[in-house]
Every structure is written in C-alpha cells, then in structure tokens.
C-alpha cells in the first residue's frame, strides 16, 4: 500500500514559482510510477507530470512542458513538482498520485494541494 500525503499549494501572483511536495509512505517505490494530476473547477483531471522512480524517465502534459519539472528524492521518498511562470490556468487541486510501473491506472491518491494564481 502507498500513502500519500501533499504539500506546498497556496496563493501566489502570475509569472510567480511554487514548488509542491508529496510524501510517501511505502516499503519500496522501485516498482512504481508517481505523478501530480490537476483539477480545476468544470474541468477534468488531468496529468501534469509523471516520473518513473527506478529511472527516474519523466514525462509532462502539453500545458505545463519547459515551465514545470518533476523530481523525486529517493531517501526521503519525497516527489516534487517545480512550478514556474505560474498563470491563472494553473489554479487547480494538484494530486500526486501512483500506479505499479507497466499499469494503466493510478491506485493511489492524496488529498489535494490547492494552488491558486491571480492574474
């Protein structure tokens, strides 16, 4: 089982930088996928960003590639999200999430970081 827990969200101007963290609580990450989905009010979720943690292979959805990057530190089993040029379309609950690597479906979820940008 995979616990996950995170932080970082909250208020922050246009073109400003947040960074989010999620903490995991699990024996082992080496078999598994993490990646940060968003939500925005009418809107579906979507991913923003996923990283492999063996190899650390990333991938990022349309919107957010060359102004988010996604890491992991693998002692404290700790996934970030590093959010530059921030704009109103990025306000959302952001979730980390995690699937088993080679699944199609992400088991489990946190409980959402709300990042808000004003324009």
């Known amino acids: 089982q995979v616990q996950l827990a995170e932080s970082g969200g909250g208020l922050v101007r246009a073109g400003d930088s947040l960074r989010l963290s999620c903490s995991a609580s699990a024996r082992t990450l080496d078999y598994y996928v993490m990646a940060w989905f968003r939500q925005a009010p009418g809107k579906e979720r979507e991913i923003v960003a996923a990283i492999s943690w063996s190899d650390r292979n990333t991938h990022y959805g349309d919107s957010v590639k060359g102004r988010f990057t996604i890491s992991r530190d693998s002692a404290k089993k700790m996934v970030f999200l590093q959010m530059t040029s921030l704009t109103d379309e990025d306000t959302a609950i952001y979730y980390c999430?995690?699937?088993?690597?080679?699944?199609?479906?992400?088991?489990?979820w946190g409980q959402g970081t709300q990042v808000t940008v004003s324009s």
């Open positions: 999430a995690a699937k088993a690597r080679g699944g199609q479906d992400y088991f489990a």
